[in-house]
């Protein structure tokens, strides 16, 4: 529990959204003024300044092999970066409604991004063209996690989770069970269970492959904003 170290940002600028690298070298974080700032953990001054959002940016994450950073911001656009340079790859347009989430890929050769205006789009990261859009969700998504198998997983503000088949964009199962918001979802390292955090105070863990709930945890006196699942997939 001893703090290591004060990482320096942005005085009283508020931060949406942290990754750290695939080695454990970087740290990133998105801000609410569209800026997003990187760190050497070994050092509290930022190394780059990344600039081109115009709104707050809500997610971010480092690519597999650490080279590049994916962001999601409610300006609507997702947009890839140079780690070592800074410079934008691409600025994916696609989305009507601010994005909430973004995410790559196991391969790094694509991405995911989440939007309020309920749609989910898959990128190809080599060309920055749109390969799938998947359709089904009818409010906000606010999650999405890509599986290792590639399968992708949702949570939306109409209170689903939705299994995707990221070969043709076709919905595999959908999820009933929550009576809010879904903020939040995290599979087992096996693949074989989801888990789900909500507006409605609970988490329900799901079995993937009949849809089922195996188990509803309501001890939150609130919303539960996220969730997580232990490499061992035991907590």
Not at 36 to 52: F, Y
Not at 132 to 158: C, E, K, Q, W
Request: glycine content about 10%; aromatic content about 8%; overall charge negative.
């Amino acid at each position: 529990g001893e703090k290591l170290a004060d990482f320096k940002g942005e005085d009283n600028v508020p931060i949406y959204s942290i990754a750290t690298s695939p080695d454990g070298s970087k740290i990133a974080a998105g801000f609410d003024d569209g800026t997003i700032l990187l760190w050497n953990v070994d050092s509290p001054d930022p190394i780059l300044t990344l600039t081109g959002h115009t709104d707050t940016v809500r997610s971010v994450q480092f690519s597999p092999d650490g080279t590049q950073l994916l962001s999601a911001s409610h300006d609507k656009t997702v947009r890839l970066w140079n780690v070592e340079t800074g410079e934008q790859i691409y600025q994916l347009l696609g989305h009507s409604d601010r994005v909430r989430t973004a995410i790559f890929s196991a391969n790094g050769k694509t991405a995911f991004s989440a939007s309020y205006d309920s749609h989910v789009i898959q990128w190809n990261l080599e060309t920055g063209g749109l390969i799938n859009l998947f359709v089904g969700h009818f409010a906000s998504v606010y999650a999405a996690i890509n599986m290792p198998d590639d399968r992708l997983l949702t949570g939306s503000s109409d209170g689903t989770l939705r299994l995707w088949d990221t070969e043709n964009g076709a919905e595999i199962r959908r999820f009933d069970g929550h009576t809010g918001w879904v903020y939040s979802v995290a599979f087992t390292p096996d693949g074989t269970k989801a888990i789900s955090a909500s507006q409605d105070k609970s988490l329900i863990l799901w079995d993937l492959a009949t849809g089922k709930k195996l188990l509803t945890l309501c001890c939150h006196s609130d919303n539960v904003w996220g969730v997580a699942v232990s490499p061992d997939g035991t907590k």
